[in-house]
């Protein structure tokens, strides 16, 4: 609810959550269950440092992300991919 407001309202959600470290066994919430999905980073693979990306270069991530999405990308994960997370979760 909105501050000194009685009535409680819904709000879009519109930001995403992230958060590093270094170790694999972390995502245990007080009830013992996972609530977020691990990404493993390889700075091999890095391109640029996060500190070095331009606003040009984030125009671009977006640009490939809305036409990827546009195009009809299924963003569930198939059944071999759940299967494979379940094994972590």
Known sequence: RKPYMKRTEEFA????IARTTNQTEYLKDKTGERRFLPIMADSRQ???HPMEI???TIEQIW????TIY???ADLM?????????????
Do not use: S
């Open 13 to 16: 959600k519109n930001f995403i």
């Open 63 to 66: 640009g490939e992300a809305v």
């Open 77 to 89: 994960f198939d059944e071999n991919t759940e299967d494979e997370l379940n094994i972590y979760r």
């Open 54 to 56: 331009d606003p040009d």
């Open 46 to 48: 890095q391109k640029k």
């Open 70 to 72: 546009r195009a009809g």
